[in-house]
């Protein structure tokens, strides 16, 4: 069993930034953020391959977001610049060690999740 905690989260004005951290019990073959705002899916973020540190980022975030990972904290990291009020969302750290896409569905582990707020 792989807890997380996420931490971080705040509210910013657009433009600002914010470091997401999540602190898991063990660290997994793949780690990931997810965000979910009210009265949508769940959306993947940006996640990272352990052991390779191969990322990869949805559109949206390409430029802005930085994912990182620690193996030997067994932490993983979203640093996210230049946000925008549509980056408003509930931010989820996910985990997994058997991968085939980048969807909720595909992660076993998850934190409770940490509020980021970007006003306008």
């Known amino acids: 069993q792989v807890q997380l905690v996420e931490s971080g989260g705040g509210s910013v004005q657009a433009g600002g930034s914010l470091r997401l951290s999540c602190a898991a019990s063990?660290?997994?073959?793949?780690m990931g953020w997810f965000r979910q705002a009210p009265g949508t899916e769940r959306e993947g973020v940006a996640r990272?391959?352990?052991?390779?540190?191969?990322?990869y980022y949805r559109d949206s975030v390409k430029g802005r977001f930085t994912i990182s990972r620690d193996k030997a904290k067994s932490s993983v990291y979203l640093q996210m610049n230049s946000l925008k009020p549509e980056d408003t969302a509930m931010y989820y750290c996910?985990?997994?060690?058997?991968?085939?896409?980048?969807?909720?569905?595909?992660?076993?582990?998850w934190g409770q999740g940490t509020q980021v707020t970007v006003s306008s």
């Open positions: 996910a985990a997994t060690n058997i991968y085939s896409s980048f969807v909720p569905d595909n992660f076993r582990y």
């Open positions: 063990s660290i997994t073959n793949v």
């Open positions: 990272i391959f352990t052991a390779s540190g191969n990322t």
